[in-house]
């Protein structure tokens, strides 16, 4: 399809292990955001990337948090040894640029992360 | 305190109710305001952009004041397809990410 594609959908790992998750932006869009919301909260910014640089990683929780994107394209969030406080739905989205004119993020259905 | 503030709800109308949502910023160097809307496990999608002048979309009036840094949603003649979680989203064009309020959640019942 034509909208931001993420995966895994649904992701339940153990305490301690390593996640990845991706998000496939929509193509031509040169921004892409990463956010996270908790059940029954609001969005928590985490990163935004313009092209393959990072201008803002002040949302990222800890050092256990990481993003890369490649290509312009593709993004990739690592977080290591997941903790149980990292149990959320991970939120990429999209723009044509950033920051954006018409301000329309598109998301992707999100990653579900269950730490046990 | 938070760059976005919404009145967290839960707001609950009956169907031809008109309701109204109220959002605070903090930052008067914001640049532009939206409305985006959350079903229940779903991802957010714009519903409407907020303009100086306010701006209507069918049933939806949207208004900036920014001399208070306040933005309104106005439903007029709700449907029970309204209930949903609405949420406050403001741009600052330096800072380059769109931050967005908790939401705002209307039920709409019969």
């Known amino acids: 399809g034509a909208g931001v594609s993420q995966s895994p959908s649904n992701k339940v790992t153990e305490k301690g292990k390593d996640v990845e998750l991706r998000c496939d932006p929509i193509?031509?869009?040169?921004?892409l955001y990463w956010y996270r919301q908790s059940l029954g909260q609001g969005l928590e910014f985490l990163i935004y990337?313009?092209?393959?640089?990072?201008?803002?990683k002040s949302g990222l929780p800890s050092d256990r948090f990481s993003a890369e994107r490649t290509g312009g394209s593709v993004s990739t969030l690592t977080i290591q040894r997941t903790q149980q406080e990292d149990s959320a739905v991970y939120l990429c989205?999209?723009?044509?640029?950033?920051?954006?004119?018409?301000?329309?993020?598109?998301f992707g259905e999100g990653s579900r992360l269950t730490v046990l | 305190r938070k760059e976005v503030e919404q009145d967290p709800g839960p707001f609950n109308v009956p169907e031809g109710a008109t309701v109204a949502f109220n959002c605070t910023y903090s930052?008067?160097?914001?640049?532009?305001f939206f409305w985006y809307r959350q079903d229940c496990r779903k991802e957010p999608k714009l519903l409407m952009s907020v303009y100086s002048s306010g701006n209507e979309d069918g049933r939806f009036t949207a208004q900036l004041n920014r001399a208070s840094q306040y933005i309104s949603l106005l439903i007029r003649d709700s449907k029970l397809s309204d209930s949903a979680t609405y949420l406050c989203v403001v741009n600052t064009w330096n800072a380059g990410k769109s931050t967005f309020g908790d939401g705002t959640t209307l039920t709409v019942k019969p």
């Open positions: 990337f313009q092209g393959n640089s990072a201008p803002d």
């Open positions: 989205a999209s723009s044509l640029y950033a920051p954006s004119n018409t301000g329309e993020l598109f």
């Open positions: 193509s031509g869009h040169t921004a």
């Open positions: 930052n008067s160097a914001s640049q532009s």
